[in-house]
């Protein structure tokens, strides 16, 4: 699956990346380049089960690549 939005370091409890789609927000799980931060991204990835851990959204991505887009 592929999704596009700003993505975006939330620095709550152990932190969580999250990527704000059109469609809402969707917690993202796995190696993330800090660097990409506040930039519109392209997340290829697996749906995953379970609550993210920042509580930020019900849906969650293991995320196996990020492409900046801008």
Not at 7 to 17: A, N
């Amino acid at each position: 699956m592929k999704q596009k939005g700003r993505l975006e370091f939330v620095d709550l409890g152990p932190g969580q990346w999250v990527l704000h789609t059109p469609g809402g927000q969707v917690a993202l799980f796995g190696d993330i380049d800090q660097a990409l931060n506040g930039r519109t991204v392209e997340v290829t990835g697996s749906r995953a089960d379970g609550a993210s851990a920042g509580m930020v959204s019900n849906d969650a991505v293991m995320v196996q690549s990020v492409r900046a887009l801008d």
